[in-house]
T-cell receptor, first 114, second 116 residues
Framework: EAQVTQNPRYLITVTGKKLTVTCSQN?????MSWYRQDPGLGLRQIYY???????DKGDVPEGYKVSRKEKRNFPLILESPSPNQTSLYFC?????????????FGQGTRLTVV | AQKVTQAQTEISVVEKEDVTLDCVYE???????LFWYKQPPSGELVFLIR??????QNEISGRYSWNFQKSTSSFNFTITASQVVDSAVYFC?????????????FGKGTTLSVSS
């Protein structure tokens, strides 16, 4: 089954404690992306990757890191989380094609930083 | 620059009313894709529809219909005879590919509340 898997689904952590949210896709997509969703602000892009070893900043990259060492995985790293990073996070992979471009999303990670 | 605007932040209707969610987009690319997603209270994003920029046919799927108009850069979504289960946040999104690469951006969403 084609899917994007994010883990964990829920996470409560303390300020400053490094954490990683994993994202894996089994569709061999080149494009992957991370978004955060906050009330009234929609989904804002944090980082995206167009292929292995190619990553770029989105609209709100501050406080986040990513890596793309292999095509299937695109982890989101918070080196020193702060309360303003409390949010709902989504990982996505994009199938690109002339007629069948489509985005696939993970189930979301609800992060609380206290 | 690419942009998606959903001007309606919140909409409240009573069951069986029709409701239209607006989406206006901006892009300089000639090939692009538009999407609608539904986010129920459980939080996951549910794909509803994709439309290619070169296909302006409107689409109907049950109580849902979509009106794509390139002339006004709009991709509006109508729910006919709304039901309580339609209560959710709805996102419009734009994906375009150009020399700079691929982008997938979202509007801020419209929260639809349907009461019985």
């Amino acid at each position: 089954e084609a899917q994007v898997t994010q883990n964990p689904r829920y996470l409560i952590t303390v300020t400053g404690k490094k954490l990683t949210v994993t994202c894996s896709q089994n569709m061999n997509h080149e494009y992957m992306s991370w978004y955060r969703q906050d009330p009234g602000l929609g989904l804002r892009q944090i980082y995206y990757s167009m292929n292995v070893e190619v990553t770029d900043k989105g609209d709100v990259p501050e406080g986040y890191k990513v890596s793309r060492k292999e095509k299937r995985n695109f982890p989101l790293i918070l080196e020193s989380p702060s309360p303003n990073q409390t949010s709902l996070y989504f990982c996505a992979s994009l199938r690109t094609g002339l007629l069948n471009t489509e985005a696939f999303f993970g189930q979301g990670t609800r992060l609380t930083v206290v | 620059a690419q942009k998606v605007t959903q001007a309606q932040t919140e909409i409240s209707v009573v069951e069986k009313e029709d409701v239209t969610l607006d989406c206006v987009y901006e892009t300089r690319d000639t090939t692009y894709y538009l999407f609608w997603y539904k986010q129920p209270p459980s939080g996951e994003l549910v794909f509803l529809i994709r439309r290619n920029s070169f296909d302006e046919q409107n689409e109907i799927s049950g109580r849902y219909s979509w009106n794509f108009q390139k002339s006004t850069s709009s991709f509006n979504f109508t729910i006919t005879a709304s039901q309580v289960v339609d209560s959710a946040v709805y996102f419009c999104a734009l994906s375009a590919q150009n020399q700079a690469g691929t982008a997938l951006i979202f509007g801020k969403g419209t929260t639809l509340s349907v009461s019985s």
